[in-house]
């Protein structure tokens, strides 16, 4: 869906007073955040469960397929995408207390987007809606089960700041040309979703997560950002928000390093992707249904799906708008 995730990003910060939102929001997400002990623990977890079933794959990164299943979810069912990366909060905060196998993370994913949906969308999903799209998987009173397990161990982390949150407010008040501060926002937004798919980055605060994308946001060619333009960003960015320790510090750069890394991968799997469709021999993933109409990518409404690699075809007219090529590009990220 080509929706911004702006219009609820701020639903439940909203305050008059721009300084005493921002130190509250940096309060709230040090609440919020998980610990390196925690995380440690859930990437074991996982990685665990994910061997002992996929004796096959044994590096299957079962956490990767359901934030790529989440944010593919969203598109398909028109919610926000920060609706899904919300989701994703809510289904790891859960998972990380419990012993993991592949259902039960299933379940969980799917009723924490239903979850998510009820507390942030103007119009929630339908519990028939989320059946149907899971292909009638998983019975409702099974996701209604989850729900009160999800309410009662989450309870009071409802309502997490999101790197999307700190994206709007670091950059608010930057007095720069509209079509700069747009594209600016849609790629950093793009490198944000990136994030949120690999596990690397849990542990770090969002704060720092947003800041480290706006500043690789700043190196894509697409941009073509004037240097003054990119230095009175940076130094609006740290009237706001400067790295207050070397610690921190250290964080944005791991997370800029990290974040450089992935994109870049990225941009080399839609080059490939580009060269082989324009060779005429990049066929239609297994995982993906096609339509004849428009050639868009329709993934498979299923837990178990790979990364899709398929791109959308030359001709789609949505393909130059922001928020469908950060889908087209989404389709396509690897880490």
């Known amino acids: 869906m080509d929706r911004p995730f702006d219009d609820i990003v701020f639903v439940n910060y909203f305050m008059d007073n721009h300084d005493d939102h921002f130190k509250t929001l940096l309060e709230v997400e040090i609440r919020y955040k998980l610990s390196q002990p925690v ?33 593919r979810a969203s598109d398909e069912l028109s919610l926000s995408r920060e609706t899904a990366l919300i989701a994703l909060i809510y289904c790891d905060r859960f998972m990380s207390t419990r012993h993991i196998n592949k259902r039960l993370l299933q379940v969980a994913s799917i009723t924490s987007l239903f979850v998510a949906s009820k507390l942030y969308e103007k119009k929630p999903i339908k519990m028939a809606a989320l059946i149907s799209y899971t292909q009638n998987g998983f019975p409702q009173s099974e996701i209604i089960s989850m729900e009160t397990k999800i309410l009662t161990s989450n309870n009071s982390f409802m309502y997490p700041p999101t790197a999307g949150t700190f994206l709007l407010v670091l950059l608010n008040g930057f007095a720069g040309p509209n079509d700069l501060v747009k594209l600016l926002i849609d790629n950093t937004q793009f490198l944000i979703e990136l994030a949120s798919c690999d596990f690397f980055f849990l542990p770090f605060r969002p704060s720092t997560i947003a800041m480290a994308a706006i500043r690789v946001a700043f190196e894509q060619d697409d941009l073509n950002m004037d240097s003054s333009y990119k230095t009175q960003i940076e130094s609006h960015i740290d009237a706001v928000n400067a790295p207050s320790s070397e610690a921190d510090k250290k964080d944005v750069e791991d997370c800029i390093q990290r974040l450089r890394t992935i994109f870049h991968q990225n941009q080399l799997l839609i080059v490939e992707i580009d060269s082989k469709r324009d060779a005429g021999e990049n066929q239609s993933a297994k995982t993906a249904t096609v339509s004849a109409d428009t050639g868009r990518v329709t993934p498979s409404p299923t837990l178990e799906v790979d990364t899709v690699r398929d791109a959308k075809c030359a001709g789609d007219t949505d393909l130059h708008s922001g928020a469908s090529n950060r889908k087209r590009r989404h389709e396509e990220i690897v880490l």
């Open 39 to 71: 995380c440690i623990a859930y990437r074991k977890e996982l990685d665990i469960a994910a061997g002992l079933s996929d004796r096959h794959n044994p590096n299957a990164d079962w956490r990767y397929r359901i934030a790529r299943w989440l944010l």
